[in-house]
């Protein structure tokens, strides 16, 4: 990732986590599903890791990013459940090598919005599967259409946006089975297909505080919707037993 795209994509997080709302939203998405020991991929400035680790969950923390690793450990120094924060990067080629020594070790893997950063997504999840438990849970979200790609995508360093059956794909190559595939934030399509038809290629704080305010609604209309389409898909898989 460019140093361009990497300041973007803090600008990016600190405006989200002017949204709480919308963080707490995402959170208690995937809440049912994080059990056991919980590995985080790509915390980033915590946002949703903050959610975790004031539930008392049992948890891993980790990015690849040295500014973010520094920014973790201040901000959760001291939570006996945060059991590490470790600096952990799935596009290493010596991965398995590397994180040996915690090879099925979680119960629970969960990343958001972080596998559309990583140019060979097959191996990323090859790797996640690597240090999940037998019968160990991964929960993904990443953007979803590609017809919604836009400057924003390009600016934080997407390599794609994913459908339910091409996210599928990579899970089953992976020999992962999935149990559960949905869409999240049916109201935050309107606004990234604006900035896209205007090539704003920003997020700016009034855009967040107002969608923080409307929250309420984006959950009527994932319910009314049925969770069938949403500005970002959900995969949450298991590693077979045997």
Known sequence: ????EQQFGYSALER?????????????????YLVGEILEIGCGIGNISSYAVKDGKSIT????????????????HGYLNVKDIIELDLAKSEFKKEFAHISGSFDTIFLLNVLEHIENDIAAVNNLQYLLKAGGKLIILVPSYS?????????LGHYRRYTIPSLTQ???KNNLLVIN???FNLLGMAGWYWNKLFRQGEIS?????LF?????????????FLNKVGLSTIIVASKPIN
């Open 1 to 4: 990732m460019s140093i361009a």
């Open 181 to 183: 595939a949905f869409h």
């Open 212 to 224: 923080n305010k409307l929250v309420p609604f984006g959950k009527l209309l994932d319910k009314l």
């Open 61 to 76: 923390l980790s990015d690849y990013d040295a500014t973010y690793l520094s920014f973790l450990k201040a901000k959760f």
């Open 16 to 32: 989200i986590s002017e949204a709480p709302r919308f963080n707490e939203w995402m959170y208690n998405t995937i809440r049912s």
């Open 170 to 172: 990579v899970i089953h």
């Open 205 to 209: 704080q009034e855009k967040m505080s």
């Open 147 to 155: 017809f919604l790609y836009s400057d924003m995508d390009r600016l």
